[in-house]
């Protein structure tokens, strides 16, 4: 009997496990080109949905909000700069360029011409109403001739 090595392109779920540092940092969010994309929290009530993206730092006049079609895309360049002087005699400056974009499909029920956006304390908050129509409807009593 010989031994026959399985190979796989597939990671397995080994690798995948072992390959995250869980001990450097808690939950960082980080897309495949290494940028950091903001977390997101989305709320339903009966009235409306809410999406919050938490953004330290930045401003609100740093965010692009574009409804195209049923497509909300929420986006930001943000370009700063910092300069650090040693011994009088050399200059160093370092560019700070932080950019992301999260799109999300609204459902049908959403009213797209009343969406509104605040940004306070880190966090940006996009309201986002639903249709008179999809709103739920108190209970009715019929009655019975």
């Keep these: 009997m ?3 090595r399985f190979s796989n392109s597939y990671p397995s779920v080994f690798d995948t496990l072992f390959a995250n540092n869980w001990f450097e940092g808690a939950n960082r969010n980080y897309a495949t080109t290494n ?7 989305i709320k339903e009530s009966s009235e409306e949905f809410e999406v919050e993206v938490a953004a330290p730092g930045f401003g609100k006049n740093d965010f692009h909000i574009e409804l195209n079609h049923n497509l909300l ?13 040693e011994d009088k005699q050399f200059t160093r400056r370092e560019f700070n360029y932080q950019s992301f974009s999260r799109s999300f499909t609204l459902p ?10 605040k940004y306070e304390n880190g966090i940006l908050k996009v309201l986002i109403p639903k249709k008179e129509e999809a709103k739920p409807k108190p209970v009715r009593m ?3 001739a």
């Excluded at 930001?76 to 002087?85: L, R």
């Excluded at 049908?108 to 956006?117: L, V």
């Design 35 to 41: 940028t950091t994309l903001p977390s997101v929290n």
């Design 142 to 144: 019929i009655t019975i």
């Design 108 to 117: 049908n029920t959403a009213d797209s011409e009343k969406i509104e956006a």
């Design 2 to 4: 010989s031994l026959v």
């Design 73 to 85: 895309t929420i986006s930001s360049d943000k370009q700063g700069e910092s300069e650090a002087k």
